[in-house]
C-alpha cells in the first residue's frame, strides 16, 4: 500500500500518513461521549459511559457493540472485521484492552487497540 499524508496529528500538528490519521480518528471516535461535540452531538460513543461498569460479560458485549457501532457510523474508510477485548487489572489499574482489525476500501488490514482505564488518570 502507498502511504502519503492524509492528515494532521492533533496535538503537534505534523503530518500523518493514512494509517496514523486513521488511528488518529478512531481513538478521537471511540473515547468522544456521546451528546458533548458541539454542532455534532450525536458524535461519539458509549464507550465512556461503560468503562466503570461492572467487569462482566453483559459489560464486555456492550463494550464490543458500542466499539463496532461507533466505528461502522463515523468513520467510513474502514470496515470492522473483528472487536476483541481483555481484562486489565494489574494491581494499579483495571479496565478493558480493546483490539480492533478492520479492512480498508483497497481490502488491506489494519489493527489498532486501545486501553480504556477505569477512574482518574
Not at 474508510?77 to 484492552?97: E, H, P
Amino acid at each position: 500500500m502507498m502511504t502519503y499524508a492524509a492528515g494532521m496529528s492533533r496535538t503537534s500538528g505534523e503530518l500523518l500518513n493514512q494509517d496514523e490519521h486513521l488511528r488518529q480518528s478512531i481513538h478521537d471516535i471511540l473515547t468522544t461521549p456521546l451528546g458533548t461535540r458541539l454542532m455534532r452531538r450525536e458524535y461519539g460513543s458509549l464507550l465512556p459511559f461503560l468503562i466503570d461498569a461492572p467487569a462482566n460479560d453483559a459489560t464486555r458485549l456492550k463494550l464490543m457493540a458500542a466499539t463496532a457501532t461507533a466505528l461502522i457510523r463515523w468513520e467510513p474508510r474502514i470496515k470492522v472485521s473483528k472487536v476483541s477485548l481483555s481484562l486489565i487489572n494489574d494491581g494499579i489499574n483495571s479496565g478493558w484492552n480493546t483490539l480492533i482489525e478492520m479492512r480498508r476500501a483497497d481490502s488491506s488490514t489494519l489493527t489498532t487497540s486501545l486501553s480504556l482505564v477505569r477512574g482518574a488518570t
